[in-house]
């Protein structure tokens, strides 16, 4: 079946850059997500990319997909405090969130 | 502005204890999910909705059941509640079943059954 990994932790300094690493296992994902959870609260969608795409940028967030290696990354430009979160990376097939795979969440750690 | 709402926030249950998870969300979606994300794992579907009075299994549904009798609510029940259903509870809802359509998702439920 599925799987998508991510390493469970990453500790920064304000104002490095954060590199969030995800691996999955499904040669036929379709779309793959970056979900952010704060504190206290729920998922909150950052961003998604389609397969056929190796980049994606928004502001200070830059993802990456590697298709052949099934390596996806969630790079954040001029972290801040307020970057604190778990991040998800999720993927799927297609045909709705019922068919979406979560990884673990790798919470980032921002060092003031 | 509540968007997705669970309660409880935290709950413990003893051994055979039932209790329901309540899920409301106020902006007229017609799918709604739950899952359970376990210690160092992904968010695994419990059971999810693509509408009132439609239900289906997802891919850890047994020990749950789960209603949809109004848009708005998707409670999570749980009839004899065992440790191993010790796990955090997120609700989720989305506008259609279109994987490119943002899901939102409830703050979780903690829940501890010993």
């Known amino acids: 079946g599925e799987d998508v990994e991510q390493s469970l932790f990453l500790s920064v300094r304000e104002g490095d850059s954060s590199v969030i690493n995800c691996t999955y296992t499904?040669?036929?994902?379709?779309?793959l997500y970056w979900y952010k959870q704060e504190p206290g609260a729920g998922l909150q969608l950052l961003t998604y990319i389609f397969s056929n795409m190796d980049m994606k940028q928004d502001q200070r967030l830059t993802v990456l997909l590697n298709k052949k290696d099934k390596h996806l990354s969630l790079r954040i430009a001029d972290t801040q405090t307020g970057d604190s979160a778990i991040y998800f990376c999720a993927e799927s097939i297609g045909g709705g969130y019922q068919k979406v795979t979560f990884g673990t969440g790798t919470k980032l750690q921002v060092i003031p | 502005n509540a968007g997705v709402t669970q309660t409880p926030k935290f709950r413990i249950l003893k051994i055979g204890q039932s209790m329901t998870l309540q899920c409301t969300q106020d902006?007229?979606?017609?799918?709604m999910y739950w899952y359970r994300q376990d210690p160092g794992m992904g968010l695994k579907l419990i059971y999810y909705s693509v509408g009132a009075g439609i239900t289906d299994k997802g891919e850890v549904p047994n020990g749950y059941n789960v209603s949809r009798s109004t848009t708005e609510d998707f409670p999570l029940r749980l009839e004899l509640a065992a440790p191993s259903q010790t796990s955090v509870y997120f609700c989720?809802?989305?506008?259609?079943?279109?994987?490119?359509?943002?899901?939102?998702f409830g703050q979780g439920t903690r829940l501890t059954v010993v």
């Open positions: 499904d040669s036929s994902s379709t779309y």
């Open positions: 989720a809802s989305s506008d259609t079943g279109v994987s490119t359509t943002e899901a939102f």
């Open positions: 902006m007229n979606h017609n799918y």
